[in-house]
């Protein structure tokens, strides 16, 4: 199967995603939300690219190809949409980096900067609706004031994780039955640092 990303054919194998083949030939799309290999569900929207044949906007990470595709992921209206995106998440996310977390660690952060995104352009982060940081176990933290709520710890940890409540003011919530199921190598995928280690 073949398909074009930016005016240039690529080979595709039938069962893969947009953004897998994207990444394999070098393109990069922002992504927040997926991880190859684990599981996901489009939730960032960061990934949207432009499919010029149907003149849609799809999510790369949840598309799969067909053949024949025309797909546009740098160009003007392309980029907007993907700085609106990443603009949605930091009106709720907190803007400062705290320690021990590293900001140069933040994907969020790093496509913030990369894309120009402002911080306020939505609505400003409220800290009256956040908490502070959760001790999950041993080492391991995790800061509801980092978290975009995309949904990889959700999906990967085997049923540690899970959402609480809906739209603006849902959250991810560990029960405490489950904390012996936290896989700690979640800290690695998780895109802005709101599961991290405290070395004592």
């Known amino acids: 199967m073949k398909i074009k990303i930016n005016n240039k054919e690529y080979e595709t194998l039938e069962s893969e995603k947009l953004i897998e083949v994207a ?12 991880a190859k290999g684990l599981k996901h569900q489009a939730s960032c929207m960061v990934c949207v690219v432009k499919d010029c044949n149907t003149g849609q ?8 190809i067909t053949n024949g595709m025309n797909i546009d992921t740098e160009s003007d209206e392309v980029r907007e949409l993907q700085k609106q995106s990443l603009e949605l998440l930091l009106s709720d996310h907190i803007a400062v ?88 190598l979640l800290c690695e995928i998780c895109p802005t640092q709101a599961l991290f280690f405290i070395i004592l």
């Open 97 to 184: 980096c705290r320690p021990p977390c590293k900001p140069e660690n933040c994907k969020l952060r790093k496509y913030a900067l990369a894309y120009h995104a402002k911080w306020n352009t939505f609505q400003r982060y409220s800290a009256i609706k956040k908490t502070q940081s959760q001790h999950i176990k041993d080492n391991l933290w995790f800061d509801v004031n980092k978290c975009i709520r995309c949904g990889l710890c959700v999906y990967n940890s085997h049923d540690g994780f899970t959402f609480k409540e809906r739209g603006f003011n849902m959250q991810v919530i560990l029960p405490v039955e489950s904390i012996n199921n936290v896989n700690e």
């Open 57 to 64: 906007f799809i999510p790369s990470c949840d598309t799969l």
């Open 23 to 34: 990444q394999r030939n070098g393109i990069e799309i922002p992504t927040l939300c997926y």
